[in-house]
């Protein structure tokens, strides 16, 4: 598991339209991923959304610019962690340059991160399908001094190469 730091971080004000799945809402607070599509071809850039929605809160404090985080997991076609690539291991999401500040979301609203290239940080060089999930935290409804951990729901890539044409 990798924690990512945002390529881009948008709001968006998605209601009931919407039919992907969510994980378990938490204090008044979803979140969830999806791919651009479910099949790559090998090498060609995984692209994943990140999105955190208020379900229930007045508002939902949120982090937006560089600190934007997500702990993202990504399992083998054989359900061990997939290892980090080179460029993983050696280029550290947590000590990004920049800034952070916090949105509101109102009730019903949704805030959506980008991560271009999920397949630079995991090696994703096996074909077969590969299950991602993440997580993320907020602050608190009930206590200011205390974090929720919401849990994604898991989407599942099928990366194609050679061997599994």
């Not at 009930?142 to 194609?160: K, P």
Request: charged share 20%.
């Amino acid at each position: 598991m990798i924690a990512l730091v945002s390529a881009t971080s948008q709001p968006t004000t998605k209601n009931g339209s919407d039919e992907a799945i969510w994980g378990i809402a938490h204090e008044g607070c979803r979140t969830r991923i999806l791919a651009d599509r479910d099949h790559y071809s090998f090498g060609e850039p995984v692209h994943i959304h990140a999105m955190i929605q208020n379900v229930g809160r007045p508002n939902l404090d949120v982090a937006v610019g560089h600190f934007t985080r997500y702990e993202i997991q990504v399992s083998l076609p054989d359900g061990s962690p997939a290892p980090l690539t080179l460029w993983g291991r050696n280029k550290n999401p947590l000590n990004a340059d920049g800034s952070s500040t916090t949105i509101k979301l109102a009730p019903g609203q949704t805030k959506t991160d980008e991560y271009p290239s999920l397949n630079r940080i995991f090696d994703m060089t096996i074909g077969g399908r590969y299950s991602v999930t993440a997580r993320t935290s907020v602050v608190s409804d009930l206590d200011s001094e205390a974090s929720v951990v919401l849990f994604s729901n898991t989407i599942f890539i099928w990366v194609e190469n050679d061997a599994t044409k």
